[in-house]
């Protein structure tokens, strides 16, 4: 991708009225709930000391992680790079599958949903917000709000268009639209993927927050469970797994999402004669993929190893000005806002994140928003010095 590409890429989205439109309603929505976040302020500075501890050590963590995973019936893989987080996704659904997916940044980022579909499977995200990108073909906006740029108006005709539904413009029928179209999806599927808030070290436990039940249904009613998750999600115990949990929650804009989920093994049964068996009314099967993918090397970056802090909170792009016109058109091909260049830049393309990296004002507005002060606009002068540096080398 060339400078001018990028520039035109969010010139185009700043005159975008339709999208100015989804992110002023979605952003006064969020900032009427910020109090939530103020209030976790104390809980989120001893989140930030568990990160501390926990980035330094990712591999020693992961390796835990993935043992504990196997010690409670799970089947734990670290997949070094995108590819092979496909491969081995990729072979553990096989061919011809009804595959429901939870919303996960990671598989984003590695291109799951793509690849499974290539390999001849019927995938479908679950996530209402997904769904609607799914269903329009394009990226995910948002870190918890994937379609904020998607007007209800344009959905109600999305949803006339794509599957024949009878609706109108009203939001509650829309979600009913949706909810009928998924739950014969659910009922049917061979396979669930989700992915993970908070992966706990010490007991295997993985965490995930919801509003929509669909991760709920997504992890236990198919017969094998796929977790997709980024090696930086492990916490050293479950107590600071939970702690990261409630902290993303309040900074993401709720007292209490509608549910957080808990899986530490595949569903099991030990009430005949206390003989352990596999596979009872939820999946027989759980693997987790942990993946690596640049976050390693970021951990021993001085400066960019602050990104793996990150909970996708999503507060910090509320707030950004740069994110308010342009929308997640600016961060990269995965990742939106700042904290997407930086994480362009770890999983990605470090030349379309440099590019990207010169449209941050570096106000700091990201650095008050984020629970855990993550410094963004250190991290993107250094991604800019980089540049400069490999310039002038040329
Ligand atoms: S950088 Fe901070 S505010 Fe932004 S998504 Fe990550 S944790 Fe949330």
């Known amino acids: 991708m060339k400078f001018s590409e990028v520039s035109s890429l969010l010139a185009k989205a700043s005159r975008d009225r339709v999208l100015r439109t989804g992110l002023a309603r979605s952003i006064k929505s969020y900032m009427g709930k910020r109090r939530f976040a103020e209030e976790a302020s104390e ?29 409670n019936g799970g089947v734990a893989y670290i997949a070094r790079t995108a590819e092979e987080a496909r491969r ?162 309040r900074y993401a804009g709720y007292k209490s999402t509608s549910y957080v989920n808990v899986v530490a093994s595949p569903s099991k049964t030990g009430d005949i004669e206390k003989t352990v068996v596999y596979g009872a009314h939820g999946p027989r099967e759980l693997h987790v993929i942990l993946v690596d993918n640049g976050r390693y090397k970021a951990s021993e970056d001085p400066v960019l190893k602050e990104a793996l802090y990150c909970l996708r909170c999503g507060a910090c792009q509320y707030m950004c000005p740069v994110f308010k016109i342009t929308g997640g058109y600016w961060g990269g091909k995965v990742y939106v806002g700042g904290i997407g260049v930086i994480w362009t830049a770890i999983t990605g393309s470090i030349e379309e994140a440099m590019l990207h990296s010169y449209a941050c004002l570096l106000c700091g507005r990201c650095i008050e928003a984020c629970p855990l002060k993550i410094d963004q606009p250190k991290m993107i002068r250094e991604l800019r010095r980089r540049r400069l540096s490999s310039l002038k080398a040329r």
């Open 43 to 71: 809980l989120a500075s001893r989140v930030r000391e568990a990160k501390e501890e926990a980035i330094p050590r990712l591999k020693e963590l992961a390796k835990q992680a993935a043992d504990s995973i196997e010690d």
């Open 88 to 249: 081995i996704a990729g072979e553990l659904v096989g061919s011809g599958k009804l595959v429901v997916k939870a919303k996960s940044m990671t598989t984003e980022e590695v291109e799951l949903r793509e690849h499974l579909e290539r390999l001849g499977n019927e995938v479908w995200e679950t996530d209402l917000g997904e769904f609607i990108i799914q269903l329009l073909g394009s990226k995910p906006m948002h870190f918890t709000s994937p379609a904020i740029h998607v007007t209800r108006e344009e959905v109600a005709e999305l949803f006339r268009r794509k599957l024949n539904a009878k609706v109108g413009d009203s939001i509650p029928e829309l979600a009913k639209a949706a909810r009928e179209f998924l739950r014969e999806k659910f009922l049917r599927a061979d396979v669930g993927v989700t992915g993970a808030n908070a992966i706990a070290a010490d007991s295997g436990m993985i965490f995930t927050l919801e509003n929509e039940a669909n991760v709920r249904l997504a992890s236990a009613l198919p017969e094998k469970h796929i977790v997709v998750a980024g090696v930086e999600k492990v916490y050293r115990t479950s107590i600071e797994a939970w702690m990261a949990v409630e902290v993303t929650m």
